[in-house]
T-cell receptor, first 114, second 112 residues
Framework: DGGITQSPKYLFRKEGQNVTLSCEQNLNHDAMYWYRQDPGQGLRLIYYSQIVNDFQKGDIAEGYSVSREKKESFPLTVTSAQKNPTAFYLC?????????????FGQGTRLTVV | GDSVTQMEGPVTLSEEAFLTINCTYTATGYPSLFWYVQYPGEGLQLLLKATKADDKGSNKGFEATYRKETTSFHLEKGSVQVSDSAVYFCAVRGGNTDKLIFGTGTRLQVFP
């Protein structure tokens, strides 16, 4: 079955440690996205990528990094520079932009920093 | 830059009541507009979309019309059910890029 897989579903890390969240898609989509969701703040765009080996910062990129070495994969690293990393992280993918294609979402990773 | 403004929730309704959730947007070019729904503990699912002015998206009894003159894409349903309780997100995808921006979400609670 085609879809987007985020892993793990729950992640606990100690303060000051970097952590990488996985996002894999087998939909052959060019565009991929990372969002952060906090209560009452909706989804805020961290990074997005329109094509392999290229990505752009979203609205809250500070303290995060990404790579896009393969079309299927768009991992997100939450670095120690991110001041408040505890949140729900959602990955999405989409075909290219003509005609307004929808984005498909993974089930999310809930990161808790202790 | 592109942005979306949604009415704040929670919206609390009795079953069979009429629903409206307001959404307005700012975007360059000819954006596409979306409504997504999120059930507890899950990712987002597309509810409906519209890709050009005056298009009406519809699904599961929900409707929204792309109004370019008022830059709005309000979500409506004539008779809500308890199972419609969820968080609803309005989103805009810019006409010139793949950047996809969401509103803050509106929680809908429907009581029997």
């Amino acid at each position: 079955d085609g879809g987007i897989t985020q892993s793990p579903k729950y992640l606990f890390r100690k303060e000051g440690q970097n952590v990488t969240l996985s996002c894999e898609q087998n939909l052959n989509h060019d565009a991929m996205y990372w969002y952060r969701q906090d209560p009452g703040q909706g989804l805020r765009l961290i990074y997005y990528s329109q094509i392999v080996n290229d990505f752009q910062k979203g609205d809250i990129a500070e303290g995060y990094s990404v790579s896009r070495e393969k079309k299927e994969s768009f991992p997100l690293t939450v670095t120690s520079a991110q001041k408040n990393p505890t949140a729900f992280y959602l990955c999405a993918s989409s075909p290219p932009g003509q005609g307004g294609p929808e984005a498909f979402f993974g089930q999310g990773t809930r990161l808790t920093v202790v | 830059g592109d942005s979306v403004t949604q009415m704040e929730g929670p919206v609390t309704l009795s079953e069979e009541a009429f629903l409206t959730i307001n959404c307005t947007y700012t975007a360059t070019g000819y954006p596409s507009l979306f409504w997504y729904v999120q059930y507890p503990g899950e990712g987002l699912q597309l509810l409906l979309k519209a890709t050009k002015a005056d298009d009406k998206g519809s699904n599961k009894g929900f409707e929204a019309t792309y109004r370019k003159e008022t830059t709005s894409f309000h979500l409506e349903k004539g008779s809500v059910q308890v199972s419609d309780s969820a968080v609803y997100f309005c989103a805009v995808r810019g006409g010139n890029t793949d950047k996809l921006i969401f509103g803050t979400g509106t929680r809908l609670q429907v009581f029997p």
